[in-house]
């Protein structure tokens, strides 16, 4: 007889078995989207619908999804609901930017991101993580997902920025939960599509916390420029440097190159924090799970000094980080927008339809997935994670804008992890009811107060 445990099935809403009246769904996208979908949106491949703001259709079926994301690409823009809400706060950067802009920025950044590159930064991702670590103490208890925000913070400021962010890293993790909580929501005006004069109350108190985050890009962008005035040749050649340089009148512009700081200063390094802690707080609730990648991570760091090989040394490791990504995607919505109308088979995409590609769905569909609510990492381990089609399954998007920065997200979240679980195991306490809020991401209500135990 199989001893082994039920699976772990983590926190999450349950679908809802009727709509909610319009009131009651600005109120809920409001506080939560994640507790809107009901049960036909886990259910069905497509739905389409008359919403509030007009025009919704849902699409779930993977097929469609890759219709909307690469096939047909060019017949979508980006949701106006989703830039109302990005745009204030990243502007022209890779995210919200669009059109020519976006191929600028993305073309400036490619260099940034290939292989060579990023195997480049695994000696400094090591360096932080390992600096990080020292600071536990065998007993105490933490707020793990404010801890990974700074974890990643730190990796991001050594591996793209060589250290010379301007800013305090004390109240860091304060300020991005700040900003999140007060500009990084859907407002009711947005969801009616209301004219951009009307003042966004939800956004008027994110304001004061917007401009600190524009002053420290300000700042570190004047410190990179005066070492470069004084020594051209001595500035370290990273992200930083290869923006500054793609300023001008055939690049990117100064504005251009603030907003795309920005972006990864805000949302690059926010989502791998996120995964991490919903990843070792799955682990935590499933030792079962746990104890065989301590196992793996331990071989690997006795065995491979190189920490650039160890995301395919580890596949275990992985396996678990994937499926965290499964039940919490940091980016929990994919939003576009038709320029023409069309058809998908028997589906019709009307005018200015708002199509959301839910990976919050998608990931948990009960047509695509089996036990989608449980954590069970073995979905990726090596001969199964083949057999996942490549649009059910999107942590990181899809298409022309695709995260650039994925691979760079694995091999630190893999560097992160063998460093956290060698040397010490993260236990829940009673404190620890995590209950996920969508954001910008998916973030831990409450946090994640954990127990840290050297092993």
Not at 89 to 96: P, Q, S
Request: proline share 10%; with cysteine; net charge neutral.
């Amino acid at each position: 007889m199989d001893a082994r445990p039920a699976p772990f099935v983590p926190p999450a809403p349950r679908p809802r078995t009727r709509p909610p009246s319009a009131l009651e769904m600005m109120r809920i996208v409001y506080r939560n989207p994640l507790e809107l979908w009901g049960e036909p949106s886990y259910n069905e491949p497509w739905i389409s619908v008359n919403g509030v703001g007009g025009p919704l259709v849902i699409a779930n079926d993977p097929g469609l999804v890759r219709h909307v994301l690469v096939d047909n690409a060019k017949n979508y823009r980006m949701a106006t609901v989703r830039q109302k809400i990005l745009r204030p706060i990243l502007r022209d950067g890779l995210l919200t930017a669009e059109g020519e802009v976006w191929r600028r920025s993305r073309k400036a950044m490619a260099p940034v991101f290939t292989p060579r590159h990023i195997f480049g930064f695994a000696q400094p991702m090591l360096k932080r993580a390992l600096e990080f670590v020292e600071r536990y103490e065998d007993g105490a208890v933490t707020d793990l997902a404010a801890d990974m925000t700074m974890l990643t913070y730190e990796i991001l400021a050594e591996t793209l920025f060589s250290g010379e962010i301007a800013g305090s890293k004390e109240t860091f993790s304060q300020d991005i939960d700040r900003l999140l909580e007060t500009m990084g929501r859907v407002d009711p005006l947005d969801l009616l599509r209301a004219p951009d004069w009307l003042p966004r109350l939800t956004r008027i108190r994110g304001r004061k916390t917007m401009a600190y985050f524009r002053g420290i890009v300000s700042d570190t962008m004047a410190l990179r420029e005066d070492r470069l005035k004084r020594d051209p040749d001595g500035a370290p050649q990273d992200f930083l440097t290869l923006l500054l340089k793609a300023e001008g009148p055939d690049g990117l512009t100064r504005a251009e190159v603030e907003d795309n700081i920005i972006t990864f200063i805000g949302a690059g390094h926010e989502t791998t924090a996120r995964a991490l802690g919903w990843t070792l707080y799955c682990l935590a609730e499933a030792p079962w799970e746990r104890e065989p990648i301590e196992r793996e991570i331990d071989a690997v760091l006795a065995g491979e000094p190189d920490p650039a090989k160890w995301l395919e040394a580890m596949p275990l490791t992985r396996a678990a980080f994937d499926e965290a990504l499964r039940l919490y995607p940091p980016a929990p919505s994919i939003n576009r927008e038709p320029i023409e109308p069309e058809h998908y088979k028997d589906l019709y995409i009307p005018p200015k339809a708002a199509v959301l590609v839910m990976p919050w769905v998608i990931h948990r569909h009960r047509k695509l997935w089996d036990k989608p609510d449980a954590f069970l990492p073995e979905r990726f381990h090596p001969g199964n994670r083949e057999k996942i089609d490549r649009f059910q399954y999107l942590p990181f998007g899809a298409g022309p804008r695709v995260c650039i920065g994925a691979a760079f997200a694995m091999q630190e979240a893999m560097i992160a992890l063998a460093v956290l679980m060698s040397r010490f195991r993260f236990e829940t306490t009673a404190d620890t009811r995590p209950w996920p809020v969508q954001k910008l991401t998916t973030q831990p209500q409450g946090g994640l107060p954990m127990r840290v135990t050297r092993r």
